[in-house]
């Protein structure tokens, strides 16, 4: 637990914004999630042709200058549109803020591999004559560019920086910020992960190397996790920011308050590139249930990291049965099957697509399960339609990724 | 190109650039960039896309020669007119 539970330590998501495949805020990703609205597409890209993708449609112009645009990434952009939404959202005004004590902590599955792909294209046109090469590269490649371009755009003059985190970038975003509020280093935290990754053929590429990118005759049913015919990935781009604060302060502005984050956990494989490691996964979630104080059975969601690969969702089941038991009171869902694999967004996304339930007792289903795979058998799976529940208290959030590793966030229903 | 059509040229790659800019005003004698938004990456956007359009180089010690719009157009005709 926490060491203390007094008002100043308990942080709190007071904001959220984002951009998804399927909506361009909470509200509309959430109606897309209950409505079974899939955001995938086919998308022509370079050296690969078509693949399968979720693109986001929102308006870059809302904050960004064309200049800014053009010189700045799509990942910048991303986090941009989802850092000022999310300010919008918690009724902030940037102006009455104390800028030096905003941070911004954005995961990251990778960066750069967009810009170095189309700065490598640029001089192959040139006979890969390097005077060609951008000075634009650098300041773009940066890791820090997502979260400095949102400093940039904002006028925030506190901490900025990306965690890199494969996969479980969008809840280690969280997780930091909610520690550095803790630490007193900042007082508002704008936390959460971006992901730009359909602009990189080489991300499709390595997939499908893999033996691991999804394909189907219809986009939409592509991602399908735990279906017996799942074969791989959807990559997704798009992003995810909270504001969050301490209680204190969320409590003294009379915030309209999402949820409280009351436990969390990051940990290792330390055993492979690519396969996880079901007995870390069980630790992780352990570790995270502890940390809040609460049990197995006090958890009402679990939002399942499940990508649709084969070894990754097995191993996820088998772990989620070990911890919550083979038939778990807890009512299970996937995210990535509406929207495909946002990587670095991917864990905060999930986190939020699921918020909206402490108050419309809707669990958003797992859609495109035709057929269970018998090696993950997982009791009370919400499939294909949204599922009424009498409570939801706690939700617990998944996400994991390559290199090992494993994070969890849970998150309780606000009371005072 | 004409002196016309270089500056014409200018312009657009200017416009470009700074695409929230209004040039449509924009003084031949004045340094550019008193004039509009144009900080040094956004000059060395010009000098790249002089390179890649046409192939030509500018030297870093001819910069200043590209300070203005008439300074552009007089530095740029003798390696243009043949385009």
């Known amino acids: ?416 | 190109m004409t002196k016309e059509q270089i500056k014409n040229t200018i312009l657009e790659i200017i416009a470009q650039i700074i695409p929230d800019e209004d040039l449509s005003n924009l003084k031949g004698n004045i340094p550019i960039r008193e004039q509009v938004e144009l900080d040094s990456m956004d000059f060395l956007d010009i000098i790249m896309e002089l390179r890649k359009r046409y192939g030509i180089e500018v030297p870093e010690s001819d910069y200043v020669q590209l300070a203005t719009l008439d300074g552009s157009v007089a530095y740029l005709e003798p390696r243009m007119k043949k385009l």
């Open chain 1, 1 to 416: 637990m926490f060491p203390s539970k007094s008002d100043g330590t308990r942080v709190v998501i007071t904001g959220v914004g984002l951009t998804a495949p399927n909506g361009n805020n909470l509200p509309d990703f959430r109606r897309s999630l209950l409505a079974g609205k899939s955001g995938i597409q086919k998308l022509n890209i370079r050296y690969m042709g078509e693949v399968l993708a979720g693109l986001c449609n929102f308006d870059q112009l809302k904050y960004q200058k064309k200049k800014e645009l053009r010189r700045g990434t799509r990942a910048g952009s991303i986090a941009i549109y989802c850092a000022q939404e999310a300010i919008a959202d918690a009724r902030l005004d940037l102006a009455c803020l104390d800028k030096s004590r905003i941070g911004v902590y954005l995961g990251i599955t990778e960066h750069g591999t967009v810009e170095t792909e189309n700065e490598v294209y640029t001089i192959k046109q040139f006979d890969y004559d390097v005077k060609y090469w951008s000075h634009h590269h650098n300041p773009r490649v940066v890791a820090n560019n997502p979260a400095g371009e949102v400093t940039l755009n904002m006028g925030i003059t506190g901490p900025h920086y990306t965690l890199g985190a494969a996969c479980a970038g969008g809840n280690i975003g969280l997780i930091h910020g909610l520690q550095m509020l803790l630490l007193n280093e900042v007082d508002l935290a704008l936390a959460g992960g971006v992901s730009e990754s359909t602009g990189s053929f080489g991300i499709f590429a390595g997939f499908k190397s893999e033996g691991a990118l999804a394909s189907h005759p219809d986009p939409q049913k592509a991602c399908r996790p735990f279906d017996r015919d799942r074969n791989g990935v959807v990559v997704s781009e798009g992003g995810c920011v909270f504001v969050l604060e301490r209680l204190s302060d969320a409590i003294k502005r009379v915030a309209k308050i999402y949820g409280e984050v009351v436990g969390y956990a990051i940990s290792s494989d330390a055993s492979d590139f690519i396969f996880p490691d079901r007995e870390r996964q069980v630790q992780c979630m352990r570790l995270a249930l502890n940390k809040a104080g609460i049990s197995p059975e006090d958890i009402d969601i679990i939002s399942t990291h499940g990508t649709g690969t084969v070894e990754g969702d097995i191993v996820e089941c088998q772990a989620i049965s070990e911890v919550f038991g083979a038939h778990p009171r807890a009512y299970i869902n996937n995210t990535k099957s509406f929207i495909g694999h946002a990587m670095g967004a991917a864990g905060a996304l999930e986190l939020a697509g699921n918020l909206p339930s402490f108050e419309d007792l809707l669990v958003h289903p797992t859609i495109n399960l035709d057929h269970l795979d018998p090696r993950c058998p997982l009791d009370n799976l919400v499939v294909n339609e949204p599922k009424k529940i009498d409570n939801v208290n706690y939700i617990l959030n998944n996400s994991f990724g390559m290199l090992g590793i494993n994070s969890v966030v849970i998150v309780k229903r606000f009371e005072e």
